[in-house]
């Protein structure tokens, strides 16, 4: 039976697990060490070539994960993308890159890849027309992120794989948002699945982590540039993802629940100006998303009205959590402008749809009673406090 047609939950506990031989526990033991025998064994193992005992079982739980053939462990989510991209682009290269993206890979692109002799385009939209109409002669990649960061936008996955393959490209996805719970981008054609783990596969946080997933070629590719760069994860934070990988199941699927009577609510709302998530028959992407996801995730943004504070809104919230990063089981809000996009100029912040007054609202496992009772106190509270300033 393959990895990946085991159940979600399955390969979530059980593939890629060690197997305590000494003691016969129930869970992984922990290899912490960093120096390992040379002489007559089949593999060398080193931290920084991401195969330590604990690494390469992890590396297989989330390669079940993607349905893919392969994986790698990183540092962080943006270890993962600037290692994945860079192997893949050399100098006189080109890549078309989503028209909106997470922040920190359009501060790499912007900031990095003139150095490197990398040129790039961002799409005007996100239709597979706007991909093809960026593509040059020595185009090599096409990067996209569904749901993005920060409004929730939808890419179809099979299009731009088509595309991609037309045109002898190699097709990458941030599929951060989504999890493997919801999205699964090689099943569509997609070649290379890139995470940031700190967030739905670490799921407290209090994990740092990213993750690649591909083929056995692609991986090997993009090994050859990673044990350069440097950038492995300690075994003890491998160990403590592989735990936390096993309720991910769980916990995303009623995020995903949760998130859908947040949206619902958020939308009916007469303080509320505007909501962001695929789940809404009102989203744009909502028919794509609905073909190519399993759930429409735990992340939504939304507007308050125009005569509303969003930062007083933030601070007057006692439940849930004013706070950067995302995909704790605990609900989180934050501004964009001032975190994930705050490298972005605000001209380019205005080019991209991202208001100054956007919150991101990463929902949690709580009840969704006690979060509205939250927010319904929190608008309360700025409104009072705009009525006297009146």
Known sequence: MKQQNKGLNTICTHVGQLEDKEFKGAISPLYMGTAYAFEDIDVKRYPRYFNTPNQVALAKKIAALEH??????????????????????KAGDHIVIQKIIYGGTYNLVVEEFEKYGISYSFTDGFGAEDFEAKIQKNTKVVYIETPSNPLLNITDLKAVADISKKHGLVSMIDNTFASPVNQNPIDFGIDVVIHSATKYM?????????AVASTEVNVKRIFQLAKNFGGSLSDYTVWLLERSIKTMGIRVRAQNVNAQHMAEYLHAHKDISAVYYPGLPSHPGHDIAK?????????????LNADFNASKFQKSLKLIKPAMSLAGVESTVLSPTLTSHSLLSPEERKRQGIADGLIRFS???????????????????VRKEKEMAV
């Open 291 to 303: 073909k190519q996801m399993k759930g429409f995730g735990g992340m939504l943004s939304f507007e």
């Open 202 to 210: 670490g799921g407290h946080s209090d994990i740092c982590a990213g």
């Open 363 to 381: 929902v949690g496992i709580e009840e969704t009673e006690d979060l509205i009772a939250d927010i319904e106190q929190a608008l309360e509270k």
């Open 68 to 89: 893919a053939e392969a994986a790698l462990i990183f540092g962080s989510g943006m270890a993962a993308i600037s290692t994945s991209l860079l192997a893949f682009l």
